[in-house]
Structure formats: structure tokens, C-alpha cells
């Protein structure tokens, strides 16, 4: 299994331009999320899905669109990119929250600059 | 909203010494995670504590959960070059989960 993965790994877009950062989980995992690392700090949840069709905010959204049309599938969209978008981004999938131990696996992460 | 806060935010140890970090959570948790960081790299998976005043053991590494079930604490006895990245706790809130903010540990050889 691959298990949690994410392209491209690295990108540099120009501020106002638009991208859609991939995510492909093979594990059959109900539960995807989106995070953001900024250098030296936590990680921020952007937006997650608890299955196909269905996704809600994290903490940080703004900025930021998702879809989840298949269980594999969770792309992360950013619409005019702005410097403050400039981060490392993390997919990740997991079973149900909450039941039994509940191990989030992450992908290797995009590193994204806008300049 | 929920918060989870790390402390200390860094950590520089001689190897061969003692590393603890501490997670704090402002409201009760039903479990809590922690997660190992290397330099450049993903967040992996450490373990999961459920029950109040549990302790679990991994080799040289002590995970605490508290009787309240709000805070946490990771202790690596007898550090080593390879314990080098940060060191993440998680606690889930419904559907998601909150990070702490980390703690960097660096292990001098």
C-alpha cells in the first residue's frame, strides 16, 4: 500500500494565481483532512471530510475550497494565492474518530511559497 | 474553541540526558495522540492513551495521560541522536483533532 499520497511536492505560484494541491489515500479511510504547517509551529486544520461528499471547516479555511467525490480523493484548492498562504501542507486519513485507537497517517506534504 | 498548548517550545539536551514535554488541553479529552516529527519530514503516529491516569511505555520513551484527562506528558530517558524532531500531542474534538504547537527537541552527540 502507498497509503497517503500527495503531489506536487514542491511549488512556488506568483500572489492571485490559483492551484489544486492532490491527495490520494489507498487505505479506505472514511476521514481526510487538510493542515497547514508554518515554519516552527503546530498544525492547523484547514478543512476535513467524513466521507465522500461530505466536508466541513478546521480552524483556518479562509482561502481555501475542498471536494471529496470519491473515498481516495480529497484535493485541496487554493483560489488567489496570497503570501500569507506560503506553508506546508499536510493531507491525511484516518478511521472514524474516536473509536478504538484512531491513527491519523500523513502524506509526505507540498511545500508551497507565493511570491 | 478548543485549545492545546506544548511546552517547553524547545528543548536542547546533551545525549545521554532526560527530555520531557507537556501538553495542556482546555477542555477534557477522550483520548489523546502524540506524533514524532523529523526534521523535513510528516508527522508519524507514537501512540494513543484512553484512560485517566494511564501510563504506556515504548523502550526509553513514558507517555502520561492525567486523571483529569486534560493534560499529558512525553518523557525520552537517555536521549539519542535518532529522538531528534518535534514532538506533537493531538486531542480530538468530534471529527477533528487539535495540535499542540510542538516541541523541538535537539540532542547535542
Known amino acids: 500500500n502507498a497509503g497517503v499520497t500527495q503531489t506536487p511536492k514542491f511549488r512556488i505560484l506568483k500572489i492571485g494565481q490559483s492551484m489544486t494541491l492532490q491527495c490520494t489515500q489507498d487505505?479506505?479511510?472514511?476521514?481526510m483532512y487538510w493542515y497547514r504547517q508554518d515554519p516552527g509551529m503546530g498544525l492547523k486544520l484547514i478543512y476535513y471530510s467524513v466521507g465522500a461528499g461530505i466536508t466541513d471547516k478546521g480552524e483556518v479555511p479562509n482561502g481555501y475550497n475542498v471536494s471529496r467525490s470519491t473515498t481516495e480523493d480529497f484535493p485541496l484548492r487554493l483560489e488567489l494565492a496570497a503570501p500569507s498562504q506560503t506553508s506546508v501542507y499536510f493531507c491525511?486519513?484516518?478511521?472514524?474518530?474516536?473509536?478504538?485507537?484512531?491513527?491519523?497517517?500523513f502524506g509526505a506534504g507540498t511545500r508551497l511559497s507565493v511570491l | 474553541g478548543q485549545q492545546v498548548m506544548q511546552i517547553p517550545q524547545y528543548q536542547h539536551v546533551q545525549e545521554g540526558e532526560d527530555f520531557t514535554t507537556y501538553c495542556n488541553s482546555s477542555t477534557t479529552l477522550s483520548n489523546i495522540q502524540w506524533y514524532k516529527q523529523r526534521p523535513g519530514g510528516h508527522p508519524v503516529f507514537l501512540i494513543q492513551l484512553v484512560k485517566s491516569g494511564e501510563v504506556k511505555k515504548q523502550k526509553r520513551l513514558t507517555f502520561q495521560f492525567g486523571e483529569a484527562k486534560k493534560n499529558s506528558s512525553l518523557h525520552i530517558t537517555a536521549t539519542q541522536t535518532t529522538d531528534v524532531g518535534t514532538y506533537f500531542c493531538?486531542?480530538?474534538?468530534?471529527?477533528?483533532?487539535?495540535f499542540g504547537s510542538g516541541t523541538k527537541l535537539n540532542v547535542k552527540p
Open positions: 487505505m479506505n479511510h472514511n476521514y
Open positions: 491525511a486519513s484516518s478511521y472514524t474518530p474516536g473509536q478504538g485507537i484512531n491513527i491519523q497517517y
Open positions: 493531538a486531542g480530538p474534538n468530534f471529527n477533528k483533532f487539535y
